[in-house]
């Protein structure tokens, strides 16, 4: 069985940052693909970054130069670092990964999503 955890969400005020986290963890054989989106209330889920094993990395127009997608391989766990935060990066942020598991083969995960918040 395998899955995503993620932490590091909670309330940033504009212009601050934040790190949010995602492990994976169980019976992983090799991880692929590993991503981040994000849902706000009323809209559909959202691509923010994505990164790949080799570590190629692709970015949401609305994450360019301010969000930095990384992975440590060895700890099967992808950061999103958020900086320069705005009212409308508020959003459930859930994490992703194309995952070739020893019993299931591969499959898509998801994570239980993290709520961040920016607000003064």
């Known amino acids: 069985q395998v899955q995503l955890v993620e932490s590091g969400g909670g309330l940033v005020q504009p212009g601050g940052s934040v790190r949010l986290s995602c492990a994976a963890s169980?019976?992983?054989?090799?991880?692929?693909?590993m991503g981040w989106y994000r849902q706000a209330p009323g809209k559909q889920r959202e691509l923010v970054a994505s990164?790949?094993?080799?570590?190629?990395?692709n970015y949401a127009d609305s994450a360019k130069g301010r969000f930095t997608i990384s992975r440590d391989n060895a700890k099967n766990t992808v950061y999103l670092q958020m900086s320069s935060l705005k009212p409308e990066d508020t959003a459930v942020y859930y994490c992703?990964?194309?995952?070739?598991?020893?019993?299931?083969?591969?499959?898509?995960?998801w994570g239980q999503g993290t709520q961040v918040t920016v607000s003064s």
């Open positions: 169980g019976t992983i054989f090799s991880i692929n693909a």
């Open positions: 992703n990964a194309a995952i070739f598991s020893y019993d299931l083969g591969e499959y898509d995960y």
């Open positions: 990164i790949t094993s080799g570590g190629s990395t």
